[in-house]
């Protein structure tokens, strides 16, 4: 196989998640017990969490968590978590 065949195949390989059609960060909500706060990850703080949010980060925390772009979703399923 000639180089440009590897290339093209890598390429065809790598997973369709890391791919965004809006451009928006995903950012991974956490929760800080120590301090009592809401935080993202990699970065920043959310402006609010509500009570939908919560109950969902907390059933859903060991499996796959809870995202935002411009809507909170499960990371795993990407399913709209309805604030």
Same mark, same amino acid.
């Given at each position: 196989?000639?180089?440009?065949?590897?290339?093209?195949?890598?390429?065809?390989?790598?997973?369709?998640?890391?791919?965004?059609?809006?451009?928006?960060?995903?950012?991974?909500?956490?929760?800080?017990?120590?301090?009592?706060? *809401? /935080?993202?990850?990699? %970065? &920043?703080?959310?402006?609010?969490?509500?009570?939908?949010?919560?109950?969902?980060?907390?059933?859903?925390?060991?499996?796959?968590?809870?995202?935002?772009?411009?809507? *909170? /979703?499960?990371?795993? %399923? &990407?399913?709209?978590?309805?604030?």
């Amino acid at each position: 196989m000639n180089s440009a065949t590897i290339i093209i195949a890598i390429i065809l390989l790598l997973p369709a998640s890391q791919q965004s059609s809006d451009g928006l960060e995903r950012k991974v909500l956490s929760y800080n017990p120590t301090y009592e706060f *809401w /935080f993202f990850m990699p %970065t &920043g703080r959310p402006d609010h969490v509500s009570k939908n949010v919560e109950e969902a980060y907390w059933a859903a925390r060991t499996k796959g968590g809870v995202c935002y772009t411009n809507v *909170w /979703f499960y990371c795993k %399923t &990407g399913i709209k978590i309805e604030e």
